[in-house]
């Protein structure tokens, strides 16, 4: 007889459950969780960091989690804003999945806390598998990476209805075209909604803001 270590329904059903938790935690202390997603380089920490730069001064109170395989230079970017933050290791995961946003949030002082930024491990494949129970999700792209992302791995755009690609300044220089890019989306996920930023000089942030559903009185 063969038995195996564990059944991987057994597995993504905790992770479903734990997912759960995580979204009536955060929804019972009134805490507006964003898990950012996106390959390695694209922007992420700095897009994170122009937004609570937008935020602290509107008085929304912000913590940001940082994963990290190793290190904690994220985390650090993160606490130099003024912002709460916690480090989380993932080793070799590609990815944050519940049980670690769980321990992150169990961890985190959330008293006060409006919204809560959770930049996840890089990646384009195997961050979207993993549902953490954050209510809303970003994917950030780059313009420097060409402009085949959604063509190619369509999933991850499919499943979440807002895109930034970043780095727009340096557009000219890979060739990559924003309508492009803006059918290419509408293409594969005609609810979703498409901001081109510019987070090394802070360009886009506002339409970031917007496409939030964020307005420096509103009460979220
Ligand atoms: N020119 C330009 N550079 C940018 C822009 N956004 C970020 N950068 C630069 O790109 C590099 C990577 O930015 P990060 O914000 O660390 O990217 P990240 O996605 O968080 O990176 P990882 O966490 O390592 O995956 C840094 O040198 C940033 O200064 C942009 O819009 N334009
Ligand atoms: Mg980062």
Not at 152 to 178: E, H, S
Not at 189 to 215: C, Q, T, Y
């Amino acid at each position: 007889m063969e038995i195996t270590q564990y059944n991987t329904d057994d597995v993504l059903a905790r992770q479903l459950k734990l997912a759960d938790e995580n979204y009536r935690l955060l929804k019972t202390r009134q805490v507006r969780a964003i898990n950012v997603m996106g390959p390695v380089g694209v922007g992420k920490t700095s897009l994170i960091v122009r937004l609570i730069e937008r935020f602290i001064p509107c008085g929304v109170k912000v913590a940001a989690i940082a994963a990290a395989a190793v290190g904690d230079e994220d985390h650090q970017r993160f606490l130099e804003t003024g912002a709460r933050s916690i480090n989380l290791t993932t080793g070799e995961d590609g990815h944050i999945d519940a049980t670690g946003l769980n321990r992150a949030l169990l961890a985190l002082d959330l008293a006060g806390i409006n919204v809560l930024f959770v930049e996840n491990v890089p990646g384009i494949i195997s961050p979207v598998d993993y549902p953490l129970g954050t209510g809303d999700e970003i994917v950030v792209i780059a313009a420097t990476s060409g402009g085949g992302a959604m063509r190619k791995y369509p999933r991850i755009f499919t499943q979440t209805d807002l895109v930034v690609v970043n780095k727009i300044d340096l557009a000219a220089a890979t060739g990559v075209k924003t309508e492009t890019m803006s059918a290419d989306y509408a293409r594969i996920n005609p609810h979703g909604r498409i901001v081109f930023a510019d987070a090394k000089h802070g360009s886009g942030i506002d339409e970031l803001l917007a496409a939030l559903g964020f307005e420096c009185d509103s009460k979220w």
